[in-house]
T-cell receptor, first 115, second 115 residues
Framework: ETGVTQSPTHLIKTRGQQVTLRCSSQ?????VSWYQQALGQGPQFIFQ???????GRGNFPPRFSGLQFPNYSSELNVNALELDDSALYLC??????????????FGPGTRLTVT | AQKVTQAQTEISVVEKEDVTLDCVYE???????LFWYKQPPSGELVFLIR??????QNEISGRYSWNFQKSTSSFNFTITASQVVDSAVYFC????????????FGAGTRLTVKP
């Protein structure tokens, strides 16, 4: 069984640019959540996608957007990059949205550096 | 608003010592879920345990044990006879309601186990 994979592993962008991060969910998982983890801090919830629809969003501006595809893989897009966007971006997948039944499985993350 | 506090930023122990990682949470919901995750240097968060708000039984899994006390809003994690491989950052997290979106993480505790 293939776990959650993310690409790229590392990325360096310039302030003002746009970036797309990708996540392949674990087989059989229809739910994907994205988190931002700044250095030395815990992950912060960005948003979740369930069966291709956004299912909850954290306190992030609209320049953070996402997509989920029919195969349940997902993209995180960030426009107009700012220096504070430098972080580890984690993707997590689960077989469903019920917290009582489904834990989240995390990928290794994409390290984004904005200069 | 939900909140998770991990007051211990870093802990260092010598192998075979027992160590307890503290977690205090805040929530107004009566239904919520608490989690512990381990983040090794590779960056991938590894699920350790989920506990719902209606089940205050303590749990033991090998060298790991968890103490959930609603009266003090705490969900502490103890590693018995620590090993070098236990060195990692440990996160406590809270998810309100029945869905697993918007999981709130604490800032994490970095555990170093020295040989």
């Amino acid at each position: 069984e293939t776990g959650v994979t993310q690409s790229p592993t590392h990325l360096i962008k310039t302030r003002g640019q746009q970036v797309t991060l990708r996540c392949s969910s674990q087989s059989g998982h229809n739910t994907v959540s994205w988190y931002q983890q700044a250095l030395g801090q815990g992950p912060q919830f960005i948003f979740q996608y369930y069966r291709e629809e956004e299912n909850g969003r954290g306190n992030f501006p609209p320049r953070f957007s996402g997509l989920q595809f029919p195969n349940y893989s997902s993209e995180l897009n960030v426009n107009a990059l700012e220096l504070d966007d430098s972080a580890l971006y984690l993707c997590a997948s689960s077989p469903g949205v019920q917290a009582s039944s489904y834990e989240q499985y995390f990928g290794p993350g994409t390290r984004l550096t904005v200069t | 608003a939900q909140k998770v506090t991990q007051a211990q930023t870093e802990i260092s122990v010598v192998e075979k010592e027992d160590v307890t990682l503290d977690c205090v949470y805040e929530t107004r919901d009566t239904t919520y879920y608490l989690f512990w995750y381990k983040q090794p240097p590779s960056g991938e968060l590894v699920f350790l345990i989920r506990r719902n708000s209606f089940d205050e039984q303590n749990e033991i899994s090998g060298r790991y044990s968890w103490n959930f006390q609603k009266s003090t809003s705490s969900f502490n994690f103890t590693i018995t006879a620590s090993q070098v491989v236990d060195s990692a950052v440990y996160f406590c997290a809270l998810s309100e309601g029945r869905n697993n979106n918007d999981m709130r993480f604490g800032a994490g505790t970095r555990l170093t186990v020295k040989p």
